[in-house]
């Protein structure tokens, strides 16, 4: 189980939280880009073999959303939210 | 029976304290202290179990976790299945027998396989598969598969218990190296949590006769525990395997003796900050023709029953070993009295450290073991030279053997830590650590205690590996996996067929995946296919260890999590009112308890949802509608919030009214569907279907707080701070009036869609006009301290116009009548807004939205979309089951639709449905079929709408 570094109530058990996912590109104007860039858009979701980017939802804390960067072959957090080592 | 074999003296048992149990329907005698292992070997009992695939009969073999012959069933009070009978403490009444023979060890019928056994190799359970027929074999495997049944029903008494812990160094293992450990960071004011999965302190010093210092190295251990005691920052638990290492050091203890006897197990979850891992090592076993018969034993076992146990597994005991380690026990054996007959050293340049340590024994230097003779019990041993000369039998009764030392590395590796092979020692040790941990003592490599705790006296270790005996006179099989049956040559013939890769070895023969998972055997099994593919062991590489390091039982990993303390129910201040006027109560989404029906006495399930129904289409009705997802949005931009997350456009409402909408996620699926209120400029409340309120939540602050952080939008969940008994059905107005309340009710002042504050029956009310049953319908939002009383009120002043209350299921039927979507019934992953008839929703006016690029993008294809239709059975008193397919023409063909709701019309008396069907929209009047197993339905396809179609009702 992860301990997941929140920036208002510091590191919590993993079964606090619910995954929100790796970071994607962000949202395209949708009627600025063609059918297939669209649907990379949403469905091609960064899956690295090392550092990650996503989302954590504080669910079962504050609501807090949060971003880390997670290696995905240590699950060492190598980078927390801003404020939190 | 057989004679006992208790020694006269000595052991860590208390012979005072007799203890009786069963065995296989016998009665023994052990005494406190035993184990059921020991006890047994105590009482002469020589086979204890049969083997798994071809029912060998079996002995012990080991004396803790690693034992990989001996499993037992407990029954009785502590029933439970497949444990090793080295680890189960005994009890006075313990009762236990064997697994996998019947009627007994002793004479067990399933022995024929042993006759059967080259018909039987690796991999015969996957080629039953493949040729002829699977279901040739099925019944024989299914009913030979398994070892223990399951107990029948969880403990009479008694509960089981998790908590969490945090400490500053968490020490696994109590023996010397984890004390010592222990002992460091206790004196340095950390808090430190000590586990060990023994009864007792002292790891293999139980088992030994060491020196440290010139006192029994056992004293040390005793002044270790009592110093450990007396610091507050010390937690030390006894019978507490850790067993599982996972991320951010996060490990997890099966405590199974809490001092409290009301607890039966209770799991740790600790949080380390570092992890001292000193979890020793462990014995590997010899593979030579006939290792597996009942009295070849592990040579450390047999120097624990004599040492610790007070037991002589055998009278005259040979011994065979490539290390040094075997000398010690030999001199531990001469010392209890028990003759040696033979040490058989498969290296021809003994130590002579060794030597001097058993200077009267017969050591056979450059042999090795080559058979066993006996079937039952082991008789003599057959001594082969190394070099090819004659071999000859050497008479015993127990054959000690000794295959060197694993380093019990499983947790290091568990935490992904990685393992380096070292020639030397010829064993894999800890290399580099993945997470703050580090291995001491015989886990990282020093085997001796000497390499430990200053002034520890030991024997210097030596080994020559040796991974199987390979003389041409070897008789019998070589077993690499005692308990799945896996020998030499099922390795071998793996090989040959393919399954080269060490992980595809172990998955193929089964070697190493037992519940001992192969403690004994697998860098054997290594070792063997190394030298079969002429590669070095580092070459090929271990398996993965993964939890658990030993069996755990599912309640002690569940705790106290079950069902309703894990998912409490909800309810509304209504439940108690219902409870006493006859509801049918059960869940209702998102664990809400609602009242299904107010059945009367007598009265069916139908009959009482007619007569509900009834009530609403024609007089009056209310309902509970508390549990429906509510929350409050405020800030400047809530209204481009608004119009963004919802398909429709919303900040056109003026302050009072609203408007119903539906919300998709960006892929263009229905994500719920609601109302939204305007209540001030900058002030909005937005209602949710009950089972997606969380969904949604985590929707709308998941778009503000990550992608959209700039848009002023505070979101405030209010669904426990107003509850709602909504009043519907014609008189639903008159049942207001009679309340009392300063709305003024006229449509033209308080028309459909709309919402006002003031009072009713005297209570601060929110009174909204919505309707989810195609009524007249006021729906009455109070504090929910106020809501018991606002209800009795309610049906006070209802009761002149006969009202009645209303349960879920007539909420369905009324909704059905009326065409109104439901999510999970019409709405999947596949329906979008035109599907349903419901293109209005979907606005052209706005640019953007969620989901509207995705659902131009799937309507631009050319697919057949499944389209909304009412259905009609052409026989009225016909019903339909929900989810019933429809397939073109009835014919038993691919389906093109499904039937979503069937509900009895109390409007139109007959059954009216609605269904998801291919092109369904252009199929009005058409009669399509419904396609049950045995029957096909007729059914004729209408629009979507069974009463009321136009709204006078509704809006009234």
């Known amino acids: 189980m992860l301990l997941i570094p929140c920036p208002y109530c510091g590191k919590r058990n993993e079964s606090e939280f619910i995954h929100g996912g790796p970071v994607g590109a962000d949202r395209p104007d949708p009627n600025a880009v063609s059918d297939a860039e669209w649907v990379d858009y949403l469905t091609v979701a960064p899956n690295p073999l090392g550092p990650v980017q996503e989302r954590w939802w504080h669910a079962r804390g504050c609501g807090e959303w949060l971003t880390i960067w997670r290696d995905t072959r240590t699950h060492d957090i190598v980078e927390a939210p801003d404020g939190i080592e | 029976m057989g004679s006992s074999s208790r020694l006269f003296s000595g052991g860590r048992i208390d012979r005072n304290r007799p203890l009786h149990f069963r065995f296989n329907g016998r009665v023994y005698q052990g005494f406190e202290g035993d184990t059921l292992a020991s006890a047994l070997l105590a009482n002469g009992v020589r086979v204890t179990a049969r083997s798994f695939k071809y029912h060998r009969p079996r002995g012990i073999v080991g004396h803790g976790p690693e034992e990989p012959a001996t499993l037992v069933e407990l029954e009785g009070e502590d029933a439970s299945g497949n444990r090793p009978a080295t680890t189960v403490v005994l009890r006075e009444g313990l009762s236990a027998r064997s697994v996998n023979c019947w009627p007994s060890p002793g004479f067990d019928l399933g022995g024929v396989n042993q006759v059967l056994a080259r018909f039987l190799p690796a991999g015969f359970y996957y080629k039953t598969f493949k040729w002829p027929n699977w279901h040739l074999f099925e019944p024989s495997i299914r009913k030979a598969a398994g070892l223990a049944a399951a107990p029948a029903s969880p403990p009479a008494s008694g509960h089981f218990e998790a908590r969490h812990a945090h400490a500053d160094v968490l020490v696994v293992g109590a023996g010397p190296a984890g004390l010592k450990g222990a002992l460091e960071s206790g004196r340095a004011g ?52 850790v067993w599982a290492y996972r991320e951010h050091n996060l490990l997890i203890v099966n405590e199974r003796a809490p001092e409290q006897d009301s607890i039966l197990e209770r799991s740790w979850r600790v949080r380390a900050g570092e992890v001292v891992i000193a979890t020793g090592a462990t014995e590997r076993a010899m593979v ?304 809400w308890r609602r009242p299904g029906y107010f059945p009367k006495p007598g009265e069916s399930l139908q009959e009482a949802v007619n007569r509900e129904c009834r009530a609403v289409r024609e007089g009056v009705g209310v309902y509970d509608g508390s549990p429906l997802g509510t929350f409050e949005l405020k800030g400047r931009d809530v209204s481009e919030f608004l119009d963004f997350i919802y398909s429709n456009v919303m900040s056109s409402l003026k302050p009072g009214d609203g408007r119903y909408g539906l919300m998709l996620s960006d892929d263009g699926l229905i994500l719920d569907d609601g109302v939204a209120f305007r209540l001030d400029e900058h002030r909005w409340m937005i209602s949710t279907s009950t089972g997606h309120a969380d969904t949604v939540n985590q929707h709308m602050e998941k778009l503000l707080q990550t992608e959209y952080p700039d848009w002023q939008v505070m979101i405030t969940t209010v669904t426990s701070q107003w509850n709602n008994a909504t009043i519907c059905g014609p008189r639903a107005r008159e049942v207001m009036q009679a309340l009392g309340t300063d709305i003024d009710l006229s449509p033209q002042a308080f028309p459909f869609m709309s919402l006002r504050d003031g009072t009713v029956a005297g209570f601060p009310a929110r009174v909204v006009r919505v309707s989810f049953t195609g009524e007249l319908s006021y729906e009455v939002n109070v504090a929910p301290r106020h809501m018991a009383a606002l209800w009795d009120k309610v049906m006070d002043a209802g009761a002149p116009f006969s009202i009645l209350p209303v349960g879920s299921e007539s909420n369905h039927v009324l909704r059905v009548e009326k065409g109104f979507l439901s999510l999970g019934h019409e709405v999947d992953g596949t329906i979008d807004a035109y599907d349903l008839g419901m293109g209005w929703v979907m606005s052209k006016k706005k640019p953007d939205y969620l ?106």
Not at chain 2, 561 to 582: A, C, I, M, Q
Not at chain 2, 878 to 887: R, V, Y
Not at chain 2, 912 to 936: F, I, K, P, S, Y
Not at chain 2, 937 to 946: A, D, L, N, Y
């Open chain 2, 190 to 241: 950390k808090r430190v949590f000590l586990a060990d999965e023994g009864t007792e302190a002292g790891g293999s010093l139980l088992n030994r006769t060491l020196t440290i210092g010139a006192r029994p190295a056992m004293g040390w251990v005793a002044d270790a525990v009592a110093e450990l005691h007396g610091m507050k920052n010390v937690t030390h638990l006894q019978n507490a395997t």
């Open chain 2, 288 to 591: 030579f023709g006939g290792n597996d018969r009942p009295g070849v034993m592990l040579a450390s076992s047999v120097q624990a029953y004599v040492n610790r146990w007070g037991v002589a597994p055998g009278k005259r005991v040979a011994l065979f070993t490539n290390n040094n380690s075997a000398y010690a026990v030999a001199a531990d054996l001469a010392a209890a009295g028990i003759i040696v007959t033979a040490i058989l050293d498969s290296r021809e340049n003994v130590p002579p450290e060794a030597l001097e340590l058993v200077p009267d024994l017969p050591v056979h230097a450059a042999t090795v073991a080559a058979g066993i003779f006996g079937h039952k019990r082991v008789r003599a041993v057959l001594a082969a030279p190394v070099s090819g000369g004659t071999p000859k039998w050497i008479r015993c009764d127990v054959l000690a053997h000794s295959g060197g030392w694993n380093p019990t590395v499983h947790l290091w590796s568990q935490s992904r830590s990685s393992l380096r092979y070292d020639e030397g020692m010829a064993a894999f040790l800890p290399d580099e650590a993945a997470q703050t941990c580090r291995a001491v003592g015989a886990a990282a490599g020093d085997l001796t205690l000497d390499q430990i705790v200053e002034g520890g006296a030991d024997l210097p270790y030596a080994i020559e590996p040796l991974w199987r005996v390979d003389v041409p006179v070897q008789r019998g099989r070589a077993f690499l996996d005692i308990q799945n049956d896996v020998s030499v040559s099922d390795v071998h013939l793996a090989l040959r067929e393919g399954y080269c890769n060490v992980e595809h070895v172990k998955r193929y023969t089964t070697g190493g995946m037992g519940i001992d998972q192969g403690k004994t055997g697998n860098i054997n099994i290594i070792g063997t296919v190394a030298m079969q593919q002429g590669l070095a062991l580092p070459q090929v590489g271990t398996t993965t260890f993964r939890s658990p390091y030993t069996p755990v039982s599912f309640g002690a990993i569940g705790g106290l999590r079950e069902d309703s303390v894990l998912f409490p129910y909800r309810h509304t201040p209504v439940t108690r009112w219902n409870k006493s006027n006859g509801a049918v109560m059960y869940e209702a989404g998102a664990r």
């Open chain 2, 851 to 956: 989901g509207k690029r995705s659902v131009m993008l799937r309507r631009a294809g050319s697919a057949t979309r499944r389209e909304l239709v009412g259905i009609l059975p052409e026989d009225p008193n016909q019903q339909i089951p929900e989810g019933a397919p429809l397939t073109p023409g009835g014919h038993r063909q691919a389906t093109e639709g499904l039937v979503t709701a069937c509900v009895w019309s109390v409007v139109n008396r007959r059954w009216v449905g609605l269904a998801l069907l291919e092109n369904g929209q252009a199929r009005h009047g058409e009669t399509a079929h419904v396609r049950l197993r045995d029957a096909v339905i007729p059914v004729t396809v209408t629009e979507p709408v069974f009463h009321d179609p136009d709204g006078p009702r509704l809006r009234s």
